[in-house]
């Protein structure tokens, strides 16, 4: 149980253009989704809190109107890179939590190439 | 506001051989939970055990055990009997509110 997908797992696109990347608790529902970005060999950087039917809570420093959060329902939620440039390239991850809130349970991530 | 410090970047151990990594944490809090989690080279985050502070007890997942140290805000990850496919990042991770505070990681390699 507690299985989280990420689609797409690999994505490549064009400066300037946007990409959408989606997060799904498949056997349960989320309650909160949180995405984080990790730079090769460093630790995972928290960017936003989703809760559904609500708007997403970034951290500082993160662009609000870059990373757009949308978290429709309770097993869906998605990360859009709006005006992508090659700075943004990246491994982006997902996690989401349930009933049990101080577990989050972690999607296989999503590699964003910006060329 | 709440820290966590992983104090080795890197560490490599023979295999079949016991490993220790170290985390601690900052926290003004008495009942919380810790966490270690492992990234092997696939990425993907995978929970290796947790611990609840209120419990004495250290806890155990068949080859990882934990040794946790309330008053000197420790948590260190024992690794037994170690594999080739315990190589990865180990993240230590202290829930802040409904977040998590990841530490730095320590890169294991497991050497045949």
């Known amino acids: 149980g507690a299985v989280v997908s990420q689609h797409p797992s690999r994505v490549i696109c064009k400066s300037g253009t946007s990409v959408k990347i989606e997060c799904r608790s498949l056997?349960?529902?989320?309650?909160?989704m949180f995405w984080y970005r990790q730079f090769p060999k460093k630790s995972l950087m928290l960017m936003a809190t989703?809760?559904?039917?609500?708007?997403?809570?970034?951290e500082q420093g993160v662009e609000k109107d870059k990373f757009l959060i949308n978290h429709a329902s309770l097993t869906l939620s998605t990360l859009t890179v709006t005006s992508a440039h090659p700075e943004d390239s990246s491994f982006y991850i997902c996690?989401?939590?349930?009933?049990?809130?101080?577990?989050?349970?972690f999607g296989p991530g999503t590699r964003l190439t910006v060329t | 506001a709440q820290t966590v410090t992983q104090s080795q970047p890197e560490m490599s151990v023979q295999e079949a051989e016991t490993v220790t990594l170290s985390c601690t944490y900052d926290?003004?809090?008495?009942?919380?939970?810790l966490f270690w989690y492992k990234q092997p080279p696939s990425r993907q985050m995978i929970l290796v055990i947790r611990?609840?502070?209120?419990?004495?007890q250290n806890a155990t997942e068949n080859r990882f055990s934990v040794n946790f140290q309330k008053a000197a805000k420790s948590f260190s990850l024992k690794i037994s009997d170690s594999q080739l496919g315990d190589t990865a990042m180990y993240f230590c991770?202290?829930?802040?509110?409904?977040?998590?505070?990841f530490g730095t990681g320590t890169r294991l390699t497991i050497i045949p």
């Open positions: 991770a202290f829930p802040n509110n409904e977040k998590l505070t």
């Open positions: 926290t003004s809090e008495n009942n919380y939970y």
């Open positions: 611990q609840e502070a209120y419990k004495q």
């Open positions: 056997d349960f529902q989320a309650t909160t």
């Open positions: 989703s809760n559904e039917g609500s708007k997403a809570t970034y």
């Open positions: 996690s989401a939590t349930g009933v049990s809130s101080y577990e989050q349970y």
